[in-house]
């Protein structure tokens, strides 16, 4: 079984193919940005992006994912290393706090703004509502999601 | 391996094997000044710090990150000494072999105790610094003035710190005649260029780009995958064990089956779980678990009644029957820290020793709020010598209070002797709801009298609680009855009125709780001053008073500070008219933190009677922690605690059934999610004359009394029970 993340192709062992899409990544592959907290899709920790929709990958099993374009927080940057104009909100805001459920959060807002390029309080609100952070660094997260928003309408 | 290009990066920088110039050591002189006795090794500030041979600054973070970022205050202090941007300074998490032992990283006292030792340590070495400009220029040391990353002679030549370090990093030394350098960070008068400025915490862009940070990030060869079974609580026995059918899981490698422990090792992590389903144990419990006998425990009136309050805090001309205005029983519920993290941890024996040819035979890579204690645990639990076990502490999701102990460690340490690889144990979320050492239930009567002026004149506080940092499950059994012969300090944090009053009485009980108890953000203070700043807000609707004036004007004269904070809060919400009609409301509370910290809080809610639903619409809170190192990261741990606040008041109970804890994942545990979250404006009053206190837990111990004293205001009814739910509300007239 072959998966494909961030842009690249990597055989899976098949002692691996009844895990979860969340472990594959972490435990296989060793790309541990993406993280566990609930194991039941309650947090969005885990999430990451399927053929560009956030998938909460503690629920994806393996062969649902295979074959499909997998990205992942360590997929976000641009290969030159700049920052999406989200992850460079999420640091001019200084958003993280204990940082554990960042990478999520951030994956969720990049399929918002795909959604949604000016997305208002309330929009923001329901679509992060399945995102979790303890620290309540909300009121940043709402607030980096219009900057980076705004970044990205003029870009284009 | 992460930890491991750590390790080689110490070494080729010469930190952690010889090539040091100068070996430190630090005299009397600087000891007088950081008199903290719960950090008997202050004397190795300076070795945290150095100056690189390319003129960088390394510098050893003392505290565990979990979020409150005190690192990165305390960079900043260096950075002003140094004369150098946070930013450049590299931060590097210690081992336990690196630097010799820290304390706890708890009780927000990390900028209180470590900034002066940093500061004199990193003003010292810029000052050896001056000293080989001043040799190198040939001129004497008033002509070397300060500059970035270096320093001016008068006569305008530069050095830069690169110039004046050969190739070995330079520490600086200090003993008993060193005289006290300039601290520039504590210096009222100048004008500072990175303390008291809005600096990003350090590791921000390691979050925002998914590099490995946490436990269960490192990556490590051959590791194998391990998890036990977790008691309910902790002096929970095994009754009988049934693994039928775990041998015949795919990737199944071993059962591990000693004392009072079950647990198995896999291949992969799906396999752990697979296996751990097959794991029947039933439990052998020495108390019934159950609400009831919760409730039963804290009865704060049938103890009042037998005069059964063994501590008594205040004894002032008390009067048992005085004319009482208020008097009224507040209770607050067992709380998880549902930290985002659950816990996790690496362990890996070497008989060896690892590659760098050290000697450690036992490595632990957990997130820890207190690495050397886990490392005096695993010697005491393996009986090997502490200095044969190294701790690499990594950073952590979240900590609260909750991350002091042996538990996964110990989890990871027995699974990797018993098959001889390293294992990663992870812990399941119902796992860390089970391992929980909670905040307790309490209840407090609360009985308040004024005089026919209105003056507050008896104040009679009594109150029953699970015990805080004398919890059962945190010290030796030998030790308990004479440690709890004192104050608990977490039971007793709080409950010192602000008020001026004549008659006054603060008494307590704290019992055992049949779930496992702990230090959770702000120990006794929030529900204390929940219990407190409602009380009085229902003696000032009592008196046809403003709760805000009347608070202002029966505060104790000395308490200025916590009177700005309240004045400060008052007008920030007057900004913002509360909405007319039905369900909407506006409360204020006010407290004081360790006797040297002091916040207000406005709560702005709407009770939808359609809908069934309490809603917090805004919050503005003010805060005085002293010197305001980074303003900015002190209105986020500020935020943070206006979202544990609504926590606490609306949402969080830990559910607790028959001989179980029946919370196990954050959908019957709910925590604040974003649409739960007010907006929120935070005010942050700097003192630049008083040493910075932590503020992680501050602000948390008066948001949920704004927001229960915005929902009298809005519907007429006193929440009396925490979580507040609409249900609850009795609504007056209907
Ligand atoms: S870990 Fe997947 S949603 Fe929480
Ligand atoms: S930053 Fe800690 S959980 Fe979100």
């Known amino acids: ?156 | 391996m992460v930890q491991l290009t750590r390790r080689n990066f110490l070494i080729a920088t010469g930190w952690i094997a010889g090539g040091v110039t100068v070996l430190y050591k630090l005299g009397s002189r600087a000891k007088a000044v950081a008199p903290t006795i719960i950090f008997p090794d202050k004397e190795m500030a300076s070795t945290w710090i150095q100056i690189r041979p390319d003129g960088g600054c390394l510098m050893y973070c003392p505290r565990m990150d979990m979020g409150q970022n005190a690192n990165t205050g305390l960079a900043q202090i260096v950075a002003e000494e140094l004369n150098i941007s946070t930013n450049d300074i590299e931060a590097v998490q210690p081992s336990t072999s690196d630097v010799p032992p820290l304390a706890v990283t708890a009780g927000s006292m990390s900028l209180t105790a470590f900034s002066r030792p940093m500061a004199i340590a990193a003003a010292s070495l810029r000052e050896n610094m001056r000293e080989r400009a001043a040799s190198r220029l040939k001129l004497s040391i008033r002509e070397v003035l300060d500059d970035q990353a270096g320093f001016r002679a008068t006569d305008g030549r530069l050095v830069r710190y690169a110039d004046l370090v050969n190739e070995a990093p330079v520490f600086v030394e200090i003993d008993e005649h060193s005289s006290l350098p300039d601290l520039y960070a504590f210096d009222t008068q100048r004008q500072k260029k990175q303390v008291g400025q809005p600096v990003k915490p350090l590791g921000t862009r390691d979050i925002v780009t998914g590099a490995p940070l946490y436990a269960a990030d490192v990556p490590m060869e051959g590791v194998l995958f391990g998890r036990a079974v977790r008691p309910p609580v902790r002096n929970a026995e095994i009754a009988a064990v049934d693994t039928r059918g775990v041998t015949d899981v795919p990737g199944f490698l071993k059962l591990v089956q000693e004392d009072n422990f079950v647990g198995v090792v896999c291949k992969t992590p799906g396999s752990v779980n697979a296996a751990m389903s097959k794991i029947k144990v039933s439990w052998h419990l020495k108390q019934t678990i159950n609400q009831d006998e919760i409730d039963r425990l804290v009865n704060v009136d049938d103890e009042l009644e037998r005069g059964d309050l063994e501590h008594t805090l205040h004894d002032e001309a008390h009067r048992p029957n005085a004319d009482w205005a208020v008097d009224l029983r507040f209770d607050v519920q067992v709380q998880s820290h549902a930290a985002q993290e659950p816990r996790a941890a690496i362990a890996r024996f070497n008989e060896e020793g690892n590659e760098e040819g050290t000697k450690h035979l036992l490595e632990i890579w957990t997130g820890t709020q207190d690495p050397w204690a886990m490392k005096r645990f695993a010697a005491l639990h393996t009986g090997l010598d502490e200095e044969d076990i190294v701790i690499y502490p990594q950073r952590m999701g979240g900590g609260f209070g909750g991350r002091e102990h042996y538990e996964v460690e110990q989890d990871a340490v027995r699974l990797t002797s018993a098959i001889g690889r390293p294992v990663k144990v992870q812990w399941t979320r119902k796992d860390e709801f089970m391992a929980a050492r909670n905040r307790p239930a309490s209840a407090h009567r609360l009985r308040l009298a004024a005089d026919e002026t209105g003056r507050l004149t008896d104040w009679w506080h009594a109150y029953v609680t699970g015990h805080v940092v004398l919890a059962r499950e945190r010290l030796p059994r030998w030790l308990l009855p004479v440690a709890r012969l004192r104050e608990d300090m977490g039971v007793v944090r709080g409950t010192n009125p602000a008020y001026e009053t004549t008659h006054l009485r603060v008494e307590y009980k704290d019992v055992d709780l049949p779930v496992d108890l702990g230090v959770w953000r702000s120990l006794n203070a929030a529900p204390s001053l929940f219990a407190i700043e409602s009380a009085m807000d229902e003696l000032a609707l009592q008196l046809g008073e403003d709760p805000v004036e009347y608070k202002i004007s029966q505060m104790r004269g000395e308490l200025t500070r916590l009177k700005v904070c309240l004045e400060r809060v008052r007008d920030m919400a007057k900004r913002y008219p509360v909405p007319e009609g039905e369900g909407y409301g506006r409360g204020f509370a006010c407290g004081i933190y360790e006797g040297r910290c002091f916040v207000a809080v406005s709560a702005d809610v709407y009770v939808d009677r359609d809908k069934e639903r309490i809603t917090v619409k805004h919050m503005c809170c003010a805060q005085d922690v002293g010197m305001a190192v980074n303003p900015d990261q002190l209105s986020a741990q500020m935020e943070s605690n206006m979202a544990w606040s609504v926590g606490m008041a609306l949402l969080e109970r830990l559910e607790v059934g028959d001989d179980d804890i029946q919370s196990s994942n954050f959908d019957n545990y709910p925590i604040v999610r974003m649409a739960d979250m007010p907006s929120v404006e935070t005010e942050v009053i700097d003192q630049p004359a008083v040493p910075p206190a932590g503020a992680g837990e501050v602000a948390l111990i008066a948001g949920p009394a704004a927001i229960a004293n915005a929902i009298r205001n809005a519907t007429g009814y006193r929440p009396l029970s925490l979580p507040i739910s609409f249900a609850d509300i009795a609504y007056g007239q209907d």
Request: aromatic share 4%; proline share 3%; glycine share 8%.
């Open chain 1, 1 to 156: 079984m072959k998966l494909k993340v961030n842009g690249v192709e990597y055989e899976i062992d098949p002692d691996w193919h009844d895990e979860n899409l969340l472990d594959v990544l972490r435990d296989y592959l060793g790309l541990t940005g993406t993280r566990f907290s609930c194991g039941i899709g309650n947090c969005g920790a885990c999430m990451v992006q399927i053929d560009g929709l956030s998938i909460n990958s503690c629920l994806a099993s393996l062969s649902m994912a295979a074959g499909k374009e997998i990205l992942t927080i360590e997929g976000m940057a641009a290969d030159d290393g700049t920052l999406h104009p989200l992850q460079q909100a999420w640091i001019d805001e200084a958003v993280p706090q204990c940082g554990y459920c960042q990478s999520g959060q951030l994956m969720r807002a990049l399929s918002l703004l795909k959604e949604n390029a000016d997305p208002d309080d309330a929009d923001i609100d329901q679509a992060m509502n399945g995102n979790l952070c303890r620290c309540g660094s909300y009121p940043r997260i709402r607030r980096s999601i219009k900057k980076a928003a705004i970044v990205l309408r003029e870009a284009r």
